[in-house]
């Protein structure tokens, strides 16, 4: 995307992964480089986050196949399909999800028709 371009997309393909700043807190399988791993940490380490990108990770937070999921689902089911997942990762998750409610004063299942939503 950056050789395109694209800066803040580029930007938010990386940092949508990573509410915690760094590759340990990473949930899937590696398919990089060495070299283009120590470029992601390099990024990760000076990168600020808006609420933009906290917004796009809160989303991935409750996206799932089929619509909506419950944030605690969601983040079971990457939880089992990968063996793992980071706790301090979820609890900032969970914070997210708190910081939008409170910035928004509705629950974040209503803003995206949990129930009702359906790609």
């Not at 808006?50 to 799932?64: N, P």
Request: aromatic share 10%.
């Amino acid at each position: 995307m950056l050789s395109l371009g694209y800066d803040e997309v580029a930007r938010i393909c990386l940092t949508h992964s990573f509410n915690i700043q760094t590759i340990d807190a990473y949930v899937g399988n590696f398919d990089t480089t060495e070299e283009e791993l120590k470029m992601i940490q390099d990024t990760l380490n000076i990168v600020v986050m808006d609420e933009y990108d906290k917004l796009i990770q809160l989303c991935d937070s409750l996206a799932g196949p089929d619509g909506v999921l419950d944030i605690e689902e969601r983040m079971g089911d990457v939880k089992k399909r990968y063996g793992s997942y980071p706790q301090e990762k979820w609890d900032n998750n969970l914070k997210l999800k708190k910081y939008f409610e409170e910035k928004m004063g509705k629950n974040i299942y209503h803003v995206v028709e949990k129930d009702t939503f359906k790609p």
